[in-house]
């Protein structure tokens, strides 16, 4: 069984620190995608990044950095520079590729809930 | 228009009232989507169509029944439900790619829904 673990349920900061938010995941499968969501007071889940699990490379997306370890299972989320729009809760997700059913799935972590004060 | 849009996104019912949540996809995917979020609660998966059909009940009760008439919509139909049943309900779709498995899922706003 598949499953993912935030293990902060609540983080703090001041405008223009760094936060890294933590992952970390459990499948057996070894071929899954992992993702990140993003969820304003709004409600809706905003999409942020796929990564398969054949890739490595640590990506960046202006003050978004993710950082992919295989061999520990993580996939943490840096935000540099933070901003108070970033206060929101974000979720780390898996889908695995196990075919049949399994397509789409996703599995959610509890969520970390991030306020940036300014 | 947003990608995928839900209505009501408010609902208030009794516990034995009936009612429908709607979902409608405007990207072209072909999987559709419904998941429970409660409070201090993970986000559940409920059911999963693939192809208007149903291809996953997580263990669902049978007073929540899904219906997909089409590729684009997505309706949840409500009855006899319980107060911890209250929870914001999100839809969400996907394109599922035979072999290679599915693009990343995008979320309506959900509905937040109320049982007294």
């Known amino acids: 069984a598949q499953k993912v673990t935030q293990a902060q349920t609540e983080i703090s900061v001041v405008e223009k620190e760094d936060v890294t938010l933590d992952c970390v995941y459990e499948?057996?499968?070894?071929?899954?995608?992992l993702f990140w969501y993003k969820q304003p007071p709004s409600g809706e889940l905003v999409f942020l990044i796929r990564?398969?699990?054949?890739?490595?490379q640590n990506e960046i997306s202006g003050r978004y950095s993710w950082n992919f370890q295989k061999s520990t299972s993580s996939f943490n989320f840096t935000i540099t520079a933070s901003q108070v729009v970033d206060s929101a809760v974000y979720f780390c997700?898996?889908?695995?590729?196990?075919?049949?059913?399994?397509?789409?799935?996703?599995?959610f972590g509890q969520g970390t809930i991030l306020t940036v004060h300014p | 228009e947003t990608g995928v849009t839900q209505t009501p996104r408010h609902l208030v019912m009794g516990m034995t009232n009936k009612k429908s949540l709607k979902c409608e996809q405007h990207?072209?995917?072909?999987?559709m989507y419904w998941y429970k979020q409660s409070a201090k609660k993970p986000l559940e998966l409920m059911f999963v169509?693939?192809?208007?059909?149903?291809?996953e009940n997580n263990s669902v009760p049978s007073r929540f029944s899904p219906e997909c008439p089409n590729s684009s919509h997505l309706f949840l139909h409500l009855h006899t439900l319980q107060p911890e049943d209250s929870a914001l309900y999100l839809c969400?779709?996907?394109?599922?790619?035979?072999?290679?498995?599915?693009?990343?899922?995008?979320f309506g706003q959900g509905t937040r829904l109320t049982v007294v």
């Open positions: 969400a779709s996907s394109q599922i790619l035979t072999g290679t498995g599915n693009t990343e899922a995008f």
């Open positions: 169509y693939n192809f208007k059909e149903q291809t």
């Open positions: 990564r398969n699990s054949f890739d490595e």
């Open positions: 997700a898996l889908s695995e590729l196990g075919g049949g059913t399994s397509y789409g799935k996703l599995t």
């Open positions: 499948t057996r499968d070894t071929t899954y995608y």
């Open positions: 990207l072209g995917h072909n999987a």
